[in-house]
């Protein structure tokens, strides 16, 4: 999942891309920030929303696309992946709850929704 938080704290795995001047920041309000990238002439936007505690909350755009009903074509439709339930899996605190949601114009629906458990780490020592 794709986030930082608005204060620069990894909440969620981003991609080393998040932090890349490609990106454009800009504040929306105190707990908004809207996101827009853009590569070969293509731009793509989001807004991400964090609680008082800087930890994301929801990652909302209109630039995803979808497979059409009868399965021939991509549809653009609004998507967003709530997160809640932050808590500490040792040395990270991460949202253990998560949704991924279209929200087409006949109605939204979660396609998946996710709950952390436990966080194993696979870490290399260093030599």
């Known amino acids: 999942l794709p986030f930082v938080s608005a204060v620069g704290t990894p909440r969620v795995l981003a991609p080393a891309t998040l932090t890349s001047a490609a990106i454009q920041w800009h504040p929306v309000d105190d707990r908004t920030a809207r996101a827009t990238f853009t590569n070969q002439g293509h731009t ?4 991400l929303t964090f609680n008082a505690d800087g930890e994301l909350t929801d990652f909302v755009s209109d630039d995803r696309f979808r ?13 967003s992946t709530p997160l809640s339930s932050y808590r500490d899996f040792g040395s990270a605190r991460l949202a ?3 949704a991924g949601h279209w929200h087409p114009p006949a109605g939204g629906y979660s396609y998946i929704e996710i709950a952390l458990l436990a966080v194993d780490y696979d870490v290399v020592p260093a030599r």
């Open 44 to 47: 793509i936007s989001a807004e």
């Open 67 to 79: 497979g059409g009903l009868e399965g021939q074509t991509f549809v653009r439709t609004r998507w």
């Open 96 to 98: 253990a709850v998560g």
